[in-house]
């Protein structure tokens, strides 16, 4: 039973990247590069990082999350906003080391941790971008994936921290961006 909420996982997380990619290509959604560059070059460290730690059906949704980051970043290379902020080169150099430090760790838990260390510097970029401008993203992305966060938790089957850790921060990390979309819309009705 546990596998099939990791398939719904990875399937609502790969079906939550076309509302997306519509709206970015329609210059409704403008990503934040340094965001998507960050999380295209980490995905492919989460996806072996859980499998050696023996991660079964929850790793759809990482492998489905990469796979929709790879066409976010060319579309954010294309339509999005970002890289000219000081902000932007703050995170990326903190991006950057941490996978200096990943480099270091030979051990797949402690790459995972700072997979998510690193993963939260994009993620807090992106919703700095979102709270300052809240139209500029679409929240059935975040919300999904969250929610999709939830399922792949479910799917791990039993209390194990190590596979539980990143299902679960994909929950928060993703849930942050509708919230700061809500934050950004009140403050500017104030």
């Known amino acids: 039973m546990d596998k099939y909420f990791g398939i719904a996982a990875g399937i609502i997380t790969f079906l939550s990247f076309f509302p997306y990619f519509r709206d970015v290509i329609n210059r409704v959604a403008k990503p934040e590069r340094a965001s998507w560059f960050i999380w295209i070059v980490i995905g492919p460290i989460a996806i ?3 499998l ?3 991660a079964g ?3 759809w949704l990482v492998a489905m999350d ?5 066409i976010g970043f060319i579309l954010a290379v294309i339509y999005g906003s970002g890289w000219l902020k000081k902000r932007d080169y703050i995170g990326l150099a903190i991006a950057g080391l941490g996978l200096i430090l990943w480099q270091f760790t030979h051990h ?3 790459a995972l941790i700072t997979i998510i260390l690193i993963d939260l510097v994009g993620t807090v970029l992106n919703t700095v971008k979102t709270y300052e401008d ?5 929240p059935t992305l975040w919300l999904c994936v969250a929610f999709a966060g ?3 938790a479910i799917s791990v089957g039993e209390f194990n921290p190590v596979l539980l850790i990143y299902p ?3 929950f928060l990390a993703n849930i942050s961006v509708p919230i700061a979309m809500l934050l950004g819309r009140n403050k500017k009705k104030q």
């Open 48 to 50: 072996f990082s859980q």
């Open 150 to 152: 939830l399922l792949a």
């Open 108 to 110: 797949a838990a402690y």
């Open 52 to 54: 050696a730690l023996g």
């Open 168 to 170: 679960l921060y994909i």
């Open 57 to 59: 059906p929850s790793i």
């Open 66 to 70: 990469t796979l929709g980051g790879i």
């Open 134 to 138: 809240p139209g500029s993203e679409t």
